[in-house]
């Protein structure tokens, strides 16, 4: 099993940058593949940006160019840098983990493990 544990959220304006990073617990942080997710009030959860064991990365089209997902296996940590935030990124943004790495890399039910969340908040 692997806990996780988000941090790095807050309040920014629309145009700032923000750096969420997710710290993983065990010895076999390199065996799964990583994933943030984000959920609006009233909305379902939504795909952001998942890495890979390799580090290969995905990232959902809203944020393309915008985001970068990238990984320490050496410190068990995996970022997500947010750059010329938008009012719509407001959500909370959840962490994820599995070892099932021939699942979809996108879809939440492929993931076993989530952190607790951090909120994030782009005002315009």
């Known amino acids: 099993q692997v806990q996780l544990v988000e941090s790095g959220g807050g309040l920014v304006q629309a145009g700032d940058s923000l750096r969420l990073s997710c710290t993983a617990s065990?010895?076999?942080?390199?065996?799964?593949?990583m994933g943030w997710f984000r959920q609006a009030p009233g909305q379902e959860r939504e795909f952001v940006a998942a890495i890979g064991r390799s580090g290969g990365s995905t990232y959902a089209d809203s944020v393309k160019g915008r985001f970068t997902i990238s990984r320490d296996n050496a410190k068990n940590t995996v970022d997500l840098q947010m750059n010329s935030l938008k009012p719509e990124d407001t959500a909370i943004y959840y962490c994820?983990?599995?070892?099932?790495?021939?699942?979809?890399?996108?879809?939440?039910?492929?993931?076993?493990?989530w952190g607790q969340g951090t909120q994030v908040t782009v005002s315009s």
């Open positions: 994820a983990a599995d070892t099932r790495t021939w699942l979809s890399s996108s879809s939440s039910s492929s993931y076993a493990y």
């Open positions: 065990g010895r076999t942080f390199s065996s799964y593949k």
